[in-house]
């Protein structure tokens, strides 16, 4: 290498570039800063921002969207192309010109040091290289080297670079990070275009999505909804006694102390020992203790409670959706903008809870920053915790061992201003975090209280536990917040305010109460359970060695979770219903399809722990990177075989009889896979023939639309079909007979027909409403729905690049033209009266506004008295989601399914 020649430094983000420069600078010289690098004598600084480089979607080897078929799968490529990210495009070509200058003679990878920093570089080295005349990539040619650090002090910095890891040294790594993402790759695309071959077989284009972590979470979801639509609730009773003492009255929870947890496969998890599964035992119990006198004995002991560790992504989007209802995406957004933006908090993609252990320094120059900060509710507890002499190097917040790419998610220095509402709260939860960790434990005295009322020689025991808070430690710096959660427990709940009972002192069952109750199915997931469950999949794995390998990953990164989310709502697999994410009869439909083709791993996590535990192996040097390659290849090969040779009439599943009897002949109408169909009066044999597709356009009905189309012979408009082309469109559903007396189902599009046929549309007419709040470009009115005019295929842009929609009619409501151009303009109608529920058809007031963070039309509600919100259970749907009601006028189609 020439003597002269510069070293190129990429670094993963801007900000890591610029703090190299700074580390740098004292030993290597000052830095020169230009549009997209820093450079001096001896260094080039530049950094991507993150990724830059895909894997090329597979066009290049003749599958075509809507033209998806089984001939041209599996999709297996000799070597993977790149693609660059169009979105950083400029980045890319910046660092790629500079890793090709001829004055640069290495190149060091400053990438997070992980698997996924080592992607980031290796594929910019890659593209740096260029191909073959055969299509193969090319070395670079130039030396290469790693910087690896955990902490990001500038004297870590120096450390790192007087330290810099070889080539050889990284290169399983970058095996194990390559693996992952080309084994993803063949899995989603093989099995994405597998189920919608086979899905689409019948007609039109069913796109059926399946990936490695998203098919897991949905069946996670779909699992738990079984479960629940199982569920059979039973009656059960619980007794509650009021007892005075002399200081005053208490409550206490009649239970079984003979009683004992069952175990083994036959143990009822229903059965605990406070439920009396009579009423008449629980009101023989209440009328024999009520009036009795009674003995306490009690047990007082200490204990104290920790603050919880400091965030990390995925924890932080969990409680931001418990305490103010943000989506795992909205937090991810909230946190970036705070870091890249304000400056004000660390990097938030991040898996780690804790701090390198030498940020001590780095975390008492923060608290000083917050303690001099105009945070009036805030700044006298980080005075306080320095004061106090509270940050000292403890191993449950500063430990090298538990950070991995990034450490825990804490507030930077640099103090905030001007933020938003929803950036504020969530700045607030991480600064009182920070500070809270440093200070001591919660000290309480927790006692439980046993009376017991003696009749007729049997002992009815009561139990009463309640909790006293003697020093709130960590607690002090939530304040209210604490002291509401803590005092918020009523009497009879565990932890309660107890009044004293003197030492031999009986007391008098004052009154007994008998409380009628039912078991209740396991809860919805909503996303911060759902994000919980990702995080903890590896505890559903039952192998002790894969369960180890997810041991700190589980499903996605604390950077993807997300997404994925956001992906399953967006492909139709869950909708959100308030804070609850339930699964579509889409979603029912995908799990049916893997379990009957017998391709379920799938659907599990242990596919993740399989992964994990032979990339670790690669890392270790272990195995080789080809082996692992053709495994893949191979379960690719075996789930497109599946598919494409399952040759019987329907896929085993669990089916649903209607309650609606045929249209044609009124006999029993019975669910399969593909189809509902009339299988005659006794509902066992091959009926008269009538039948409806399953999922008419690529859109799967549910048993409670196909019950009402069969009643009532209509029913929508109704949205998410898809045409042969591949376009989206909406329309009615009618059953009705034909010329020869066979009822068959129709699309009606009433004044929609230009919309629905994917065929190319001519816009030039139609008077703009206003900016499309996504692009910019004129909104226009088409068919039954306000479009962005680069939503629409149309001669002059056959390919869609937009897709903001919404409909001309919501939930009943007339959306006229002038609302929505006040909406482009404004970002909210007018409060408009008309919307009816779908769910309990009831009427409601809301206006329609623009939600930038869910990037759609979404209701908003007028503040009752005091400024609470109303409850949005009469429209929980949001309007981008609504289906518009038919419109009087709709004129009627002869198309047939």
Same mark, same amino acid.
């Given at each position: 290498?020439?003597?002269?020649?510069?070293?190129?430094v990429?670094?993963?983000?801007?900000?890591?570039?610029?703090?190299?420069?700074?580390?740098?600078? @004292?030993?290597?010289?000052?830095?020169?800063?230009?549009?997209?690098?820093?450079?001096?004598?001896?260094?080039?600084?530049?950094?991507?921002?993150?990724?830059?480089?895909?894997?090329?979607?597979?066009?290049?080897?003749?599958?075509?969207?809507?033209?998806?078929?089984?001939?041209?799968?599996?999709?297996?490529?000799?070597?993977?192309?790149?693609?660059p990210i169009?979105?950083?495009?400029?980045?890319?070509?910046?660092?790629?010109?500079?890793?090709?200058?001829?004055?640069?003679?290495?190149?060091?990878?400053?990438?997070?040091?992980?698997?996924?920093?080592?992607?980031?570089f290796?594929?910019?080295?890659?593209?740096?290289?260029?191909?073959?005349?055969?299509?193969?990539?090319?070395?670079l040619?130039?030396?290469?080297y790693?910087?690896?650090?955990?902490?990001?002090?500038?004297?870590?910095?120096?450390?790192?670079?007087?330290?810099?890891?070889?080539?050889?040294?990284?290169?399983?790594?970058?095996?194990?990070?390559?693996?992952?993402?080309?084994?993803?790759?063949?899995?989603?695309i093989?099995?994405?275009?597998?189920?919608?071959?086979?899905?689409?077989?019948?007609?039109?284009?069913?796109?059926?999505?399946?990936g490695?972590?998203?098919?897991?979470?949905?069946?996670?979801?779909?699992?738990?909804?079984?479960?629940?639509?199982?569920?059979?609730?039973?009656?059960?009773?619980?007794?509650?006694?009021?007892?005075?003492?002399?200081?005053?009255?208490?409550?206490?929870?009649?239970?079984?102390p003979?009683?004992?947890?069952?175990?083994?496969?036959?143990?009822?998890?229903?059965?605990?020992?406070?439920?009396?599964?009579?009423?008449?035992?629980?009101?023989?119990?209440?009328?024999?203790?009520?009036?009795?006198?009674?003995?306490?004995?009690?047990?007082s002991? @200490?204990?104290?409670?920790?603050?919880?560790?400091?965030?990390?992504?995925?924890?932080?989007?969990?409680?931001?959706?418990?305490?103010?209802?943000?989506?795992?995406?909205?937090?991810?957004?909230?946190?970036?903008s705070l870091?890249?933006?304000?400056?004000?908090?660390?990097?938030?993609?991040?898996?780690?809870?804790?701090?390198?252990e030498?940020?001590?320094?780095?975390?008492?120059?923060?608290?000083?920053?917050?303690?001099?900060?105009?945070?009036?509710?805030?700044?006298?507890?980080?005075?306080?915790?320095?004061?106090q002499?509270?940050?000292?190097p403890?191993?449950?917040?500063?430990?090298?061992?538990k950070?991995?790419?990034?450490?825990?998610?804490?507030?930077?220095?640099?103090?905030?201003?001007?933020?938003?509402?929803?950036?504020?709260?969530?700045?607030?939860?991480?600064?009182?975090?920070?500070?809270?960790?440093?200070?001591?434990?919660?000290?309480?005295?927790?006692?439980?209280?046993?009376?017991?009322?003696?009749?007729?020689?049997?002992t009815?025991?009561?139990?009463?536990e309640?909790?006293?808070?003697?020093?709130?430690?960590?607690?002090?710096?939530?304040?209210?917040?604490?002291?509401?959660?803590?005092?918020?427990?009523?009497?009879?709940?565990?932890?309660?305010?107890?009044?004293?009972?003197?030492?031999?002192?009986?007391?008098?069952?004052?009154?007994?109460?008998?409380?009628?109750?039912?078991?209740?199915?396991?809860?919805?997931?909503?996303?911060?359970?759902?994000?919980?469950?990702?995080?903890?999949?590896?505890k559903?794995?039952?192998?002790?060695?894969?369960?180890?390998?997810?041991?700190?990953?589980?499903?996605g990164?604390?950077?993807?979770?997300?997404?994925?989310?956001?992906?399953?709502?967006?492909?139709?697999?869950?909708?959100?219903?308030?804070?609850?994410?339930?699964?579509?009869?889409?979603?029912?439909?995908?799990?049916?399809?893997?379990?009957?083709?017998?391709?379920?791993?799938?659907?599990?996590?242990?596919?993740?722990?399989?992964?994990?535990?032979?990339?670790?192996?690669?890392?270790?040097?272990?195995?080789?990177?080809?082996?692992?390659?053709?495994?893949?290849?191979?379960?690719?090969?075996?789930i497109?075989?599946?598919?494409?040779?399952?040759?019987?009439?329907?896929?085993?599943?669990?089916?649903?009889?209607?309650?609606?009897?045929?249209?044609?002949?009124?006999?029993?109408?019975?669910?399969?896979?593909?189809?509902?169909?009339?299988?005659?009066?006794?509902?066992?044999?091959?009926?008269?023939?009538?039948?409806?597709?399953?999922?008419?356009?690529?859109?799967?009905?549910?048993?409670?639309?196909?019950?009402?189309?069969?009643?009532?012979?209509?029913?929508? @408009?109704?949205?998410?079909?898809r045409?042969?082309?591949?376009?989206?469109?909406?329309?009615?559903?009618?059953?009705?007979?034909?010329?020869?007396?066979?009822?068959?189902?129709?699309?009606?599009?009433?004044?929609?027909?230009?919309?629905?046929?994917?065929?190319?549309?001519?816009?030039?007419?139609?008077?703009?409403?206003?900016?499309?709040?996504?692009?910019?470009?004129?909104?226009?009115?088409?068919?039954?729905?306000?479009?962005c005019?680069?939503?629409?295929?149309t001669?002059?842009?056959?390919?869609?690049?937009?897709?903001?929609?919404?409909?001309?009619?919501?939930?009943?409501?007339?959306?006229?033209?002038?609302?929505?151009?006040?909406?482009?303009?404004?970002?909210?109608?007018?409060?408009?009266?008309?919307?009816?529920?779908?769910?309990?058809?009831?009427?409601?007031?809301?206006?329609?506004?623009w939600?930038?963070?869910?990037?759609?039309?979404?209701?908003?509600?007028?503040?009752?008295e005091?400024?609470?919100? @109303?409850?949005?259970?009469?429209?929980?749907?949001?309007?981008?989601?609504?289906a518009?009601?038919?419109?009087?006028?709709?004129?009627?189609?002869?198309?047939?399914?």
């Amino acid at each position: 290498m020439n003597a002269n020649a510069k070293t190129l430094v990429i670094a993963e983000k801007p900000s890591v570039a610029l703090d190299i420069v700074r580390a740098l600078t @004292p030993v290597a010289g000052k830095f020169e800063k230009h549009d997209d690098h820093y450079e001096n004598d001896r260094y080039i600084v530049t950094s991507a921002v993150g990724h830059l480089l895909e894997i090329a979607a597979p066009e290049a080897y003749d599958v075509k969207r809507g033209k998806w078929s089984f001939a041209h799968l599996p999709v297996i490529p000799p070597h993977f192309e790149l693609k660059p990210i169009d979105k950083t495009k400029s980045r890319l070509n910046a660092v790629v010109k500079l890793a090709k200058r001829k004055d640069v003679g290495a190149l060091v990878n400053a990438c997070d040091a992980g698997r996924e920093g080592e992607l980031i570089f290796r594929l910019i080295e890659q593209y740096a290289g260029g191909t073959d005349k055969d299509g193969r990539p090319k070395p670079l040619g130039k030396p290469v080297y790693r910087l690896w650090l955990q902490s990001m002090t500038p004297q870590a910095i120096r450390e790192g670079f007087e330290h810099l890891r070889s080539d050889q040294e990284m290169r399983p790594l970058a095996d194990a990070a390559r693996s992952r993402s080309e084994a993803d790759w063949l899995v989603g695309i093989n099995g994405t275009r597998a189920m919608t071959a086979f899905n689409s077989r019948d007609g039109g284009f069913f796109l059926t999505t399946v990936g490695r972590v998203q098919t897991p979470t949905l069946a996670i979801v779909v699992e738990r909804e079984e479960q629940i639509r199982r569920f059979q609730p039973r009656d059960y009773w619980e007794v509650y006694a009021t007892f005075a003492a002399q200081a005053g009255t208490y409550v206490g929870r009649w239970f079984d102390p003979a009683w004992r947890k069952p175990s083994g496969d036959d143990a009822d998890p229903e059965r605990k020992p406070e439920r009396l599964w009579t009423e008449a035992e629980a009101r023989a119990i209440a009328d024999a203790v009520r009036g009795r006198w009674a003995d306490v004995r009690e047990e007082s002991k @200490p204990t104290t409670q920790a603050c919880g560790l400091l965030y990390d992504l995925t924890s932080l989007q969990r409680e931001a959706n418990g305490r103010f209802g943000f989506s795992a995406k909205t937090t991810l957004a909230l946190a970036q903008s705070l870091y890249e933006k304000h400056k004000a908090l660390t990097y938030p993609r991040t898996d780690s809870r804790a701090l390198p252990e030498d940020y001590l320094g780095t975390v008492k120059h923060t608290l000083e920053a917050l303690a001099d900060a105009p945070l009036a509710h805030l700044a006298p507890h980080a005075r306080t915790a320095l004061q106090q002499g509270y940050v000292r190097p403890t191993k449950r917040v500063f430990d090298n061992t538990k950070v991995s790419d990034h450490f825990a998610i804490i507030p930077t220095p640099q103090v905030p201003h001007g933020l938003s509402e929803a950036e504020q709260k969530l700045y607030d939860l991480v600064v009182r975090r920070f500070i809270a960790v440093f200070f001591p434990p919660a000290e309480f005295l927790v006692t439980t209280r046993i009376t017991q009322v003696p009749v007729d020689g049997a002992t009815h025991h009561f139990k009463t536990e309640g909790k006293v808070l003697v020093k709130p430690g960590w607690m002090a710096v939530y304040g209210k917040e604490a002291a509401e959660d803590f005092e918020g427990a009523r009497a009879g709940d565990k932890g309660q305010p107890l009044v004293p009972v003197q030492p031999g002192e009986r007391v008098r069952t004052e009154d007994a109460r008998v409380d009628a109750k039912q078991t209740r199915p396991p809860a919805r997931f909503n996303e911060a359970t759902l994000l919980a469950a990702m995080e903890g999949a590896g505890k559903l794995v039952d192998d002790e060695e894969l369960r180890s390998a997810m041991a700190d990953k589980g499903l996605g990164t604390p950077a993807t979770r997300a997404a994925i989310i956001e992906g399953l709502i967006a492909e139709k697999y869950l909708l959100r219903e308030g804070r609850e994410l339930i699964p579509t009869p889409k979603a029912f439909q995908l799990m049916t399809l893997l379990r009957g083709l017998g391709v379920e791993e799938l659907t599990r996590p242990e596919l993740t722990g399989e992964w994990e535990h032979k990339l670790s192996q690669m890392e270790r040097g272990q195995l080789s990177r080809e082996a692992f390659m053709r495994e893949i290849a191979a379960m690719t090969e075996r789930i497109v075989r599946k598919a494409k040779e399952y040759d019987r009439d329907t896929v085993p599943g669990d089916y649903a009889t209607l309650r609606t009897p045929c249209p044609q002949c009124g006999g029993v109408v019975k669910e399969t896979y593909r189809r509902y169909a009339c299988t005659g009066a006794d509902g066992a044999g091959a009926g008269c023939g009538f039948s409806l597709p399953k999922a008419p356009g690529g859109r799967v009905l549910a048993v409670e639309e196909v019950e009402t189309l069969l009643r009532e012979h209509r029913i929508g @408009p109704l949205e998410g079909f898809r045409s042969k082309a591949g376009w989206p469109f909406s329309a009615e559903l009618t059953v009705g007979p034909d010329a020869d007396g066979q009822w068959k189902l129709a699309f009606d599009f009433g004044d929609d027909e230009e919309e629905a046929t994917g065929e190319l549309a001519d816009l030039s007419d139609r008077e703009p409403l206003g900016p499309c709040p996504k692009c910019g470009s004129p909104v226009v009115e088409h068919g039954a729905h306000y479009v962005c005019s680069r939503a629409v295929p149309t001669v002059q842009q056959p390919t869609p690049s937009c897709d903001f929609k919404s409909a001309t009619t919501i939930l009943q409501q007339p959306i006229a033209r002038e609302q929505m151009a006040k909406l482009l303009a404004t970002g909210r109608t007018d409060w408009l009266e008309g919307f009816v529920s779908n769910r309990t058809r009831r009427p409601f007031k809301a206006a329609l506004v623009w939600d930038a963070d869910a990037g759609k039309v979404n209701f908003a509600f007028e503040p009752r008295e005091g400024g609470a919100t @109303p409850r949005r259970g009469a429209a929980r749907t949001t309007a981008a989601r609504a289906a518009p009601a038919r419109t009087a006028t709709a004129r009627r189609s002869t198309r047939k399914s």
